[in-house]
């Protein structure tokens, strides 16, 4: 068999680059549940016809159909492009068996058929969390999942984030008083904006949501607007534009930012470029950029909706930001910001002297794991030295001997020290008991 190509868009992590994803997962659903999320897990699958009236995703869903399916059931179930769709079913579904505002995390793969690039992936994990209401929704949780988000980034081993806020009624109010037909296309365009540059942006808004070249101007001006404290509503009063939603929203979008600066400085910026192409958000629109590397683009998203889900007699309104860990993933190793420890979770490799004394080397180590250390016998009877080479190649900190003159002992293999041990109270330190993950910059700071 000639060697695999690796199929784009689907990443595949070396056990090093596992281990810095599987601490972030760990972080984020650590940080989650001090919180009060609770966690669920939803198919894999949706209905097409679903997924389809959700914003402008159509060319990006990969359809499931049986190799030997029948013209019935071609095209009726396709991957979920995100986790805020399945939520809304499953809470559809379940309302019955649950108590609201219903707070739930969900760390879980999407799929979308995008174009690869850095930090656009076809198969990747999100984390979301979302609290979801019965009919109403408290303003004040969209604050809080901002704030629960900023606090995960805190947590991690990565650069620091900004999390990004604008107010949908807020860009949706100013669209339509600068004299938008189609404030849904606006606000699509001005999404666009980091991609395709002002100048197109401007041509899209004229020919696609009815703004004259003057309305442009405005639109583009307002994306202009940022800052970390409420003088953003004293600069779009500025602009001359007026309409009732956008007072609604200028007044929710500075609400957040005062409330997020004075729990967490500097950690949520009014940014009013920010649109979010999907439909169904109603109010906060989230993103998150990493500083330094704004490049990306945001690695994490979300916002308030109050429609998507309805069963006829109740809505559920909610607020929810996803975090792209895939993308984050991308970042961070791609762009050598973190380094494990080791590529191992094998804290200790025990010798073996010879193949007949094999199980006094088993038996260390089953006392080795029943307090919780991770270890492996050596795969053969070599010259110590080769042993040795061997954990050294995979990380492995110490080395077990069975049969020295002071009975057992143990060696550091990275300083040379080696001492007797008992193996049935020996313990590494705590730094070296499982593989840690730092950023690798000497200018940020170590978190582990």
């Known amino acids: 068999m000639s060697r695999p190509a690796p199929l784009s868009g689907f990443p595949e992590w070396l056990p090093s680059d596992r281990i810095v994803e599987q601490h972030l997962l760990d972080t984020v659903r650590r940080v989650f549940e001090l919180h009060g999320f609770a966690s669920i897990e939803t198919r894999a699958v949706e209905p097409l016809e679903q997924l389809l009236r959700k914003g402008e995703i159509d060319k990006e869903v990969y359809v499931v159909r049986r190799l030997h399916g029948t013209d019935e059931d071609a095209d009726s179930?396709?991957?979920?492009?995100?986790?805020?769709?399945?939520?809304?079913?499953?809470?559809?579904?379940?309302?019955?068996?649950?108590?609201?505002?219903?707070r739930r995390y969900q760390i879980q793969k999407a799929w979308r058929g995008e174009r690869?690039?850095?930090?656009?992936?076809?198969?990747?994990?999100?984390?979301?969390?979302?609290?979801?209401?019965?009919?109403?929704?408290?303003?004040?949780?969209?604050?809080?999942?901002?704030?629960?988000?900023?606090?995960?980034f805190r947590a991690l081993p990565c650069p620091p984030a900004v999390i990004l806020v604008n107010n949908r009624k807020l860009a949706e109010g100013f669209f339509l008083g600068a004299g938008a037909t189609d404030p849904g296309a606006a606000l699509r365009s001005v999404d666009k904006l980091d991609k395709i540059g002002p100048d197109r942006v401007a041509d899209l808004l004229m020919s696609e949501a009815g703004l004259s070249a003057e309305g442009a101007r405005l639109c583009l001006r307002l994306a202009a607007v940022r800052s970390a404290d409420t003088s953003f509503v004293d600069e779009v009063r500025a602009l001359g534009?007026?309409?009732?939603?956008?007072?609604?929203?200028?007044?929710?979008?500075?609400?957040?930012?005062?409330?997020?600066?004075?729990?967490?400085?500097?950690?949520?910026?009014?940014?009013?470029?920010?649109?979010?192409?999907?439909?169904y958000y109603t109010g906060t629109v989230y993103e998150t950029q990493l500083v330094g590397h704004e490049s990306v683009g945001s690695v994490c998203s979300g916002g308030r909706y109050d429609a998507l889900a309805s069963d006829g007699r109740a809505t559920y309104p909610g607020v929810g930001i996803s975090l792209g860990l895939t993308r984050l993933m991308s970042v961070l190793v791609g762009r050598g910001l973190v380094s494990a420890s080791r590529s191992v979770p094998t804290a200790v490799l025990v010798?073996?002297?010879?193949?007949?004394?094999?199980?006094?080397?088993?038996?260390?180590?089953?006392?080795?794991?029943?307090?919780?250390?991770?270890?492996?016998?050596?795969?053969r009877a070599d010259k110590f030295g080769k042993q040795i080479r061997y954990a050294d190649r995979r990380g492995i900190p110490f080395v077990w001997f069975t049969d020295t003159d002071e009975g057992h002992a143990v060696k550091d293999i990275r300083t040379g020290d080696q001492v007797a041990a008992d193996p049935a109270a020996w313990q590494p330190p705590d730094q070296d008991r499982t593989p840690t993950v730092v950023l690798s910059s000497p200018d940020e700071e170590t978190r582990s």
Request: proline share 5%; aromatic share 6%; no cysteine.
């Open 116 to 152: 690869p690039q850095e930090g656009r992936f076809r198969e990747f994990t999100q984390a979301d969390i979302d609290i979801i209401g019965r009919d109403t929704l408290a303003f004040h949780h969209e604050v809080e999942v901002a704030l629960v988000m900023a606090e995960v």
């Open 351 to 379: 010798a073996v002297t010879d193949e007949d004394r094999r199980h006094t080397a088993e038996d260390v180590a089953a006392s080795l794991r029943a307090r919780g250390v991770s270890t492996e016998v050596a795969p």
């Open 77 to 102: 179930l396709a991957l979920h492009f995100d986790l805020t769709v399945p939520f809304a079913r499953y809470v559809l579904q379940n309302a019955g068996h649950l108590e609201f505002p219903f």
């Open 241 to 279: 534009v007026s309409h009732p939603l956008l007072d609604e929203g200028l007044a929710e979008l500075a609400a957040v930012v005062a409330a997020a600066a004075a729990r967490m400085p500097g950690a949520v910026v009014a940014d009013l470029k920010i649109a979010r192409g999907l439909d």
